[in-house]
């Protein structure tokens, strides 16, 4: 163990933190904006349309992400078609294809956990506010959806700690993030345990602050007395329509 | 392509046994390291934890690189002389340790949510700790556990893919290598994404037919 | 206590022991990338072929030895190496001072050169392709060639293999004008140069002059110079352990006798239509 490699690889996978933020972030805000519209569909369309949504998801999440970031990668890259369109200002690039799938990747994952949560929304919650008057929109943005990301969120927290560690995937596509950063170090220095090693010890602090603010938020959203008590000033004060927005009355 | 596709039913078959014996393996130490970290110390406990903790926060691709290229010296180290640790074991030891980081946790959550009545009342029946085990704890504790359990098992055919960056010939290594030296990626990685497609539906409709002839008790 | 004591025997079941070194019985495994023909590649059986298969062979039969080729990805081959996973490298490695900080190389068993390819879509003059250039030995001419090539890539992107010396080379002459992509295998470096991804790359002119051969490869071309020494070294040789001293030894008797009876001439005749056998096998 060479505690003075150790010491340069953190300084050196530190370089690559940036891009693995922006593709874990993005991907997920983007998976999560696909998602919603989609998690709806899954859970109360017509069968034939929720099959299809079914279908997407059923695709990427029983294949490998590496395997859907090699077809969108290489495999687009040789079809003629795709290389004379508009999208291959997008597709040329690896950070926006390994984008692109993680982004596709998560939103099929998010769909089935969001569809789950729609699902055990209890129906009389929903009978209620309907015969409050709301209609169908304002029951799925106020009512139900709310009720359900609360339920869904142990499960997105998990979405979230995997889209993290999948995007080490990028470095297969030649982008410098951490993963790619240690390989790139390896190569050149001959010392993979030293330099993996803090590569793992950077995810695991990742991955750990992911978990924490998971808890944190579910602390919030809680609706058991001891959380609200404390969550219920500090944002009636800021926010004042935060009551008529937050998950479950 | 001819060729190719005898690579791939080859592919298919190490796929298929890495999944099965690290899935296994993994299994036995999920269980025991649940059964320790419910029954024992805090500080056995805590390390169970920690061992759980790091496995989950690392991405597979970290984890299988780090025992590919240490498990060697760390082994050679222990044994006091050298010791050969071929691809093969590699990815079987680095996918076992992933599944039973995993497995560990849904065990652990599915023993402690069975009611402490439960041991309680077997144990003034008079009942040893290992019928306790078999009989009470044991049977219930598989059924709750089941689902997660099932998608463990989904994960674990994925992640093989990875080990391919080890030099093993599973479908993943197969299809970049077919890709690369044919030049048609579209066509080698739809068929790995199909044979994928194929392992994690049949892992599926087995896990499917299994919960419902043991479905959760009480529920 | 039981479990823990299941637990110890299981892991002790699970290391197969291979004590057996003893040189006689010894089976040699030599690692190849497999993915840069002609100097390695991996046919649709998922055989390895190539000039590092051949001469290792050759090599292997001289030495009265057992020899066994694995696939290794190139940017672990070397670490790989040191852990034990094998005892000889064969890869088209070329035979440099960095690399000989970490294991031990046999006399050269070729003489490679590199060049750089463009996609024919650029537009970029060409110069003189046939011309060669030794980075060990620049006079003012091939300053002069070298300062064209700076200020025509400039801003272009330039893809080379992962801890290749084509990328150290790359990255010290036009590391600040050019956007460098390091690939895990040449063949993915091909296929995104097809794609048109990268604007062209620097690697082994053999490895190039096959892809340019083929359909995909139609759309790019040489570009300047063959260039060799640098850091490149002497010529390509085969990597061993450092504490595997016989071995090295073995080697480099059997590939002295190779040179001498025109072996190695044959086999580079047979893969790359020219002789790059070594000058001198010293």
């Not at chain 3, 091909?190 to 048109?196: C, M, R, T």
């Amino acid at each position: 163990m060479d505690f003075d490699t150790m010491i340069a690889a953190v300084m050196v996978l530190s370089s690559g933190l940036a891009l693995t933020l922006s593709l874990t972030v993005m991907a997920l805000m983007a998976g999560f904006v696909l998602s919603v519209p989609l998690a709806f569909m899954r859970a109360f369309a017509r069968p034939a349309l929720s099959r299809t949504v079914l279908s997407y998801t059923y695709v990427f999440r029983g294949t490998p992400m590496l395997v859907q970031l090699f077809l969108v990668y290489y495999g687009l890259g040789q079809i003629e078609a795709v290389r004379a369109s508009v999208f291959w200002v997008i597709l040329r690039d690896p950070f926006w294809c390994a984008l692109l799938t993680f982004s596709l990747n998560s939103a099929a994952h998010t769909t089935e956990i969001l569809c789950r949560g729609l699902q055990s929304v209890p129906k009389g919650t929903t009978e209620a506010a309907t015969a409050l008057g709301l209609k169908p929109m304002q029951v799925a943005r106020l009512v139900t959806f709310p009720i359900a990301f609360r339920i869904s969120l142990p499960a997105y927290g998990n979405e979230v700690v995997g889209m993290m560690k999948g995007s080490s995937l990028a470095s297969t596509v030649t982008l410098l993030e951490v993963t790619g950063m240690a390989r790139q170090m390896v190569s050149m220095t001959f010392a993979p345990y030293e330099i993996f090693i803090v590569a793992g010890a950077i995810y695991l602090l990742l991955t750990s602050l992911a978990v924490k603010a998971t808890q944190f938020l579910e602390r919030q959203l809680a609706t058991d007395g001891t959380a609200r008590r404390w969550r219920q000033p500090r944002f009636a004060t800021t926010v004042p329509e935060h009551r008529l927005t937050t998950p479950m009355p | 392509m001819n060729g190719f596709a005898i690579q791939f039913a080859g592919a298919l078959l190490i796929t298929i046994g890495l999944g099965l014996v690290s899935g296994f393996l993994g299994t036995v130490f999920g269980l025991m390291l649940a059964i320790l970290k419910n029954a024992r110390t805090p500080r056995v406990a805590g390390l169970i934890t920690a061992y759980t903790t790091i496995v989950r926060g690392v991405p597979e691709l970290v984890i299988i690189l780090l025992i590919y290229f240490g498990g060697t010296a760390l082994a050679s180290k222990i044994a006091g002389r050298y010791v050969e640790i071929n691809a093969f074991t590699a990815g079987i030891v680095a996918l076992t340790v992933v599944f039973s980081g995993y497995a560990t946790e849904v065990f652990r959550g599915a023993i402690a949510a069975i009611p402490a009545g439960q041991a309680e009342a077997a144990k003034s029946l008079g009942l040893n700790a290992w019928q306790r085990w078999m009989f009470v704890i044991g049977p219930q504790m598989c059924r709750l556990a089941l689902p997660a359990y099932g998608n463990l098992w989904i994960s674990l055919f994925k992640d093989t893919a990875l080990v391919s960056i080890v030099g093993l010939s599973d479908i993943m290594r197969v299809a970049s290598v077919g890709a690369g030296s044919m030049r048609a990626p579209l066509t080698f990685y739809l068929a790995a994404s199909a044979l994928y497609l194929l392992l994690t539906t049949v892992t599926l409709v087995s896990i499917r037919s299994v919960e419902r002839r043991y479905p959760a008790l009480g529920r | 206590m039981r479990i823990v004591l299941a637990g110890t025997v299981f892991v002790a079941a699970m290391i197969p022991a291979l004590p057996t070194r003893a040189e006689n019985t010894r089976v040699i495994t030599i690692a190849t990338e497999g993915a840069s023909p002609p100097w390695d590649g991996t046919n649709e059986k998922g055989e390895l072929y190539g000039y590092d298969i051949d001469v290792g062979l050759d090599l292997c039969r001289r030495v009265n030895v057992q020899c066994k080729f694995v696939a290794q990805d190139w940017d672990g081959i070397i670490p790989a190496l040191l852990v034990g996973k094998y005892d000889v490298i064969m890869s088209g490695m070329a035979i440099t001072e960095k690399r000989k900080q970490s294991i031990a190389f046999s006399h050269p068993y070729a003489a490679g050169y590199n060049q750089l390819v463009v996609r024919k879509e650029l537009g970029l003059d060409p110069g003189d392709t046939r011309q060669r250039l030794n980075l060990s030995a620049i006079d003012a001419g091939g300053k002069a060639v070298l300062e064209r090539l700076r200020s025509i890539l400039t801003g272009k992107t330039m893809g080379v293999l992962r801890s290749s010396n084509s990328e150290a080379v790359l990255k010290e002459l036009f590391g600040d004008v050019v956007t460098l992509r390091s690939y895990d295998s040449l063949d993915n470096l091909k296929l995104d140069l097809a794609a048109g991804r990268v604007d062209g790359g620097l690697a082994d002119y053999f490895t190039w002059r096959d892809f340019l051969e083929t359909p995909e490869g139609a759309g790019a071309t040489f570009l300047g110079p063959q260039v060799n020494g640098g850091l490149w070294g002497p010529g390509v040789g085969a990597g061993m352990r450092k504490d595997d001293g016989e071995l090295l030894a073995r080697f480099n008797t059997a590939l002295d006798a190779a040179v001498a009876d025109g072996t190695i001439k044959t086999l580079s005749l047979k893969w790359f239509k020219t002789d790059i056998s070594p000058a001198t096998s010293k």
